[in-house]
């Protein structure tokens, strides 16, 4: 498959996500990100705990994004959703924006929808379906990708995306960031790790793609931790990973840590060796989906080398050159 040698340098290509996509469907698919007004997520609502996650920007913590409508805020138990319509319109239009810009600059290609901010499976299940059974009336879209927590899937919607997945690409994307339960009360993440596997296992049993996001740098975590955290989630026998390094945006619980000084961002040269690290351990079947993430606004706190994603990409390429891989 991927990792074949090319040509005379003796690098071995990283299997990206787009290499997969290729390989299966014989031309270029883009992700199109989706953010859908009224959804929420139970580490903020209070339905397992308040505030969000320590490093989440949401509204418990940004004046501004309280001002932003809708107020109305979906709930699993609560079946009755009036803003059902509204979101309808913003997924079509936010959907064709991007569609549009990447025909202009691309030619044509194919689509997946990714439902991507807050907890995307957090709403009752006939707001579920019609979102995602709209975004699939798409032209050109192939599929979709779900950005969730574990705690927010059950059986009944993996059943129903099982099923979904026998005529398209369906893709879950579960947030792990580390398996060390003392991190994930470190950061007020909701859930423990052994029922984030439990919910994994499952995914993959019914049969649909899952791609597990790890956080690097998170508090006291050792690049030994962050290692272990990649060999857990490897074991779980997942499709595609992303990595991201924890970085401070103003307006979280983490900014107060940072500013007492009880959190010390990771340094770049310890991401870049860790993802190197990590991407060296990945099997050959486990796609890359991203290797690290940027802010280029001044809501960044800290680190700075955050800002240039670019600088980082670069950065975390020649690493790769070093043990013989290209990105
Ligand atoms: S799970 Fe996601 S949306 Fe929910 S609080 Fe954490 S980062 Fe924010």
């Not at 989706?34 to 320590?54: E, H, Q, R, Y």
């Not at 029922?195 to 508090?219: A, E, F, N, R």
């Amino acid at each position: 498959m991927n990792k074949k040698m090319t040509g005379s340098n003796k690098t071995k290509p990283v299997f990206t996500i787009g290499r997969y996509f290729k390989n299966k469907f014989g031309e270029k698919v883009y992700k199109i990100p989706i953010s859908i007004s009224g959804f929420t997520c139970p580490n903020i609502d209070g339905t397992v705990a308040k505030g969000g996650c320590t490093f989440c920007e949401n509204d418990s913590f940004s004046p501004n994004l309280q001002k932003k409508k809708p107020t109305f805020k979906l709930h699993p138990s609560k079946p009755e959703n009036p803003y059902l319509n509204e979101q309808l319109k913003q997924l079509e239009v936010q959907f064709l924006a991007t569609k549009n810009k990447l025909e202009k600059k691309f030619g044509v290609g194919k689509f997946i929808v990714y439902f991507q901010s807050f907890t995307n499976t957090y709403a009752p299940m006939a707001t579920l379906k019609a979102l995602y059974e709209r975004a699939l009336e798409f032209d050109n879209v192939i599929g979709l990708s779900i950005g969730t927590r574990t705690d927010c899937v059950t059986d009944e919607i993996l059943d129903y995306l099982a099923d979904l997945s026998k005529d398209k690409e369906i893709w879950v994307e579960y947030g792990i960031q580390s398996f060390y339960d003392i991190t994930l009360e470190e950061i007020n993440r909701g859930h423990d790790c052994s029922s984030m596997k439990d919910w994994i296992i499952k995914t993959k049993q019914k049969g649909l793609k899952v791609c597990g996001h790890l956080i690097y740098g998170l508090p006291n975590e050792t690049q030994e931790m962050m290692m272990e955290s990649l060999r857990q989630t490897l074991e779980l026998n997942i499709d595609s990973i992303k990595f991201h390094p924890l970085y401070v945006v103003k307006n979280t619980m983490l900014t107060k840590d940072y500013k007492r000084g009880n959190f010390i961002p990771i340094t770049e040269e310890l991401y870049v060796d860790t993802v190197v690290k990590s991407i060296q351990k990945l099997p050959d079947n486990i796609s890359v989906q991203r290797m690290t993430a940027g802010i280029d606004d001044p809501s960044l706190l800290s680190p700075m080398w955050c800002k240039n994603k670019h600088q980082q990409m670069l950065n975390i390429r020649k690493a790769l050159l070093k043990v013989g891989l290209y990105y």
